[in-house]
């Protein structure tokens, strides 16, 4: 489904009620994971009917992505002149709080999609795609600012390593991701990889 369908099918619901539903998809997925979350218990915890989530979003996959995706703001947008003051800046869009909730919500999505193509298939469509062509109009302007080399063998793995960063620290530390850990692996990783300075 693209998301001008998506947008038209939504189109009923006010935007107030569809950040209600879709606070409760996370907050369910957060309680049960992605296997047992059910549109009946969406229903339920959202006094709606379960036809009108299906007319809505055609299935389970893509009413979790859209409500993944509610609400982020677009890397793209953050411009501050300089791509490690975005990247700083990006990290700072979420408290260590929310990044710990965010971070193991995240790691339950991942583990579903082994298994789930219909999910799979949606969070490429929905999140991934989104996010890699924000990263490369970051990326882009930090090219025409002579910060990064256009032919750096690094860029195409921008995305790659801020997700790194992210997931392996509870994998490897034991620890959820922080603010600090973030911007200092910004620094010691991922700005040397694109040639850009860190002072």
């Not at 975005?86 to 082994?114: F, I, K, P, Q, Y």
Request: charged share 25%; hydrophobic share 45%.
């Amino acid at each position: 489904m693209t998301e001008a369908v998506a947008a038209t099918r939504r189109s009923r619901i006010t935007p107030e009620r569809e950040a209600e539903l879709y606070e409760a998809v996370l907050d369910l997925l957060r309680e049960v994971g992605y296997d047992a979350l059910t549109m009946d218990a969406v229903a339920a915890r959202t006094r709606s009917s379960k036809a009108t989530l299906y007319r809505q979003w055609g299935g389970k996959a893509q009413l979790v992505v859209m409500a993944l995706r509610h609400g982020k703001r677009h890397v793209e947008d953050i411009d501050t002149g300089s791509l490690r003051g975005d990247l700083h800046a990006l990290v700072a869009l979420e408290d260590d709080c929310t990044m710990e909730r965010n971070s193991a919500l995240m790691r339950g999505v991942a583990m579903a999609m082994h298994h789930n193509d219909d999910l799979r298939q949606a969070f490429r469509a929905q999140l991934v795609e989104p996010e890699m062509g924000g990263f490369r109009q970051v990326l882009q302007r930090a090219i025409d600012r002579g910060e990064v080399r256009p032919d750096c063998p690094a860029i195409d793995f921008l995305l790659h390593m801020m997700v790194g960063g992210f997931a392996t620290r509870a994998l490897l530390d034991d620890q959820p991701p922080t603010g600090a850990f973030l911007t200092s692996y910004i620094d010691a990783v991922v700005l040397p990889a694109l040639g850009v300075p860190t002072s």
